[in-house]
């Protein structure tokens, strides 16, 4: 038997008890359900209505609301999620002959911009690694660590590689004299990504110091990765990578928190669009599966784009 209608209170109390009877919700999510539908029914209340009485209209005036009291597109998208979730619930218990939640939309999220750096921004970095190889008061350790750090930096704007795949290169990427380098990306699948002449010298001269303190310390050097890890065996973290690159940021006079391995990727990107690079060709040198993940860089591209309709149509305006 379907249940009788009830105060707004206790159909949302019928609601979170679904939730945690039959669906475990935690205690929190619980909560936010709670405020969220509690603040939807204060504002029902004023307007002399209720949650069993309230209209597709009533639910459109209570999401303009949120947004006119400053609430971002994705706080209103989750009060409207919350909203959908009761009244499919009381539709499907019987306390509602309809589900006027069913035919609204939520507000649509902004797209997140990668944060990229400009190609200055970058050249201060190499800038700084190359000054941190060069410096002769360091010990060997700290040598090789800088010298790690500028092939790392070099090989990741060159390339464009995800930071899991650049930790986890092989110390054979750095012996061949080959202008393409062998990926190994998501789900197992290779790609070519093509290494410029300073990305390759970067390599060879770390690798050189590298062989040749593993030669001091053992005649068989051990592990197979070109960025092997200074403490127990295996390669480099990303962690470490991330924390050695906003030290280096620090040291370039550029904000550590506008720094990191996944922005220097964006960096890649970003630069290539803006020299006329194919987005299609961007997509395979990132390993995307889907051009629609390479399409957020496509906001760089905007500039570019309306310079040369104004210069090359033949109807632009002078």
């Not at 249940?3 to 475990?24: W, Y």
Request: with cysteine; hydrophobic share 40%; charged share 25%.
């Amino acid at each position: 038997m379907p249940r009788k209608a009830k105060p707004s209170a206790n159909s949302v109390e019928l609601f979170l008890d679904m939730l945690a009877a039959e669906r475990g919700a935690a205690r929190n999510t619980i909560e936010a359900y709670r405020r969220d539908l509690a603040d939807f029914s204060d504002f029902l209340g004023d307007a002399g209505t209720a949650i069993q009485r309230a209209t597709s209209d009533d639910i459109r005036a209570y999401m303009a609301g949120l947004s006119a009291r400053g609430f971002q597109a994705s706080s209103v998208a989750r009060r409207l999620s919350s909203i959908r979730q009761l009244y499919r619930f009381l539709y499907a218990e019987g306390i509602r002959k309809d589900d006027p939640a069913a035919v609204l939309e939520g507000p649509r999220r902004a797209v997140a911009l990668p944060r990229i750096l400009s190609v200055a921004d970058v050249d201060r970095l190499l800038e700084a690694s190359q000054a941190g190889m060069q410096d002769g008061t360091g010990s060997p350790a700290e040598r090789l660590r800088a010298a790690r750090l500028h092939c790392l930096l070099e090989v990741l704007y060159a390339t464009g590689l995800r930071v899991s795949e650049l930790v986890a290169l092989p110390v054979s990427a750095a012996r061949r004299d080959q202008r393409m380098l062998v990926v190994r990306g998501k789900g197992g699948k290779e790609r070519l990504v093509p290494l410029n002449q300073r990305a390759r010298t970067a390599m060879a001269d770390y690798l050189s110091q590298l062989e040749a303190a593993k030669a001091k310390n053992s005649p068989q050097p051990k592990g197979h990765w070109l960025f092997p890890s200074f403490g127990e065996s295996g390669h480099l973290t990303r962690q470490q990578f991330a924390r050695d690159l906003k030290s280096l940021a620090a040291r370039a006079g550029l904000p550590a928190a506008k720094v990191s391995p996944h922005v220097l990727r964006h960096a890649f990107a970003s630069h290539l669009l803006q020299n006329g690079a194919d987005l299609r060709v961007v997509q395979t040198l990132l390993g995307h599966a889907d051009i629609s993940t390479t399409q957020i860089y496509t906001h760089v591209l905007d500039e570019r784009l309306k310079s040369l309709v104004r210069d090359l149509h033949p109807l632009a305006e002078d």
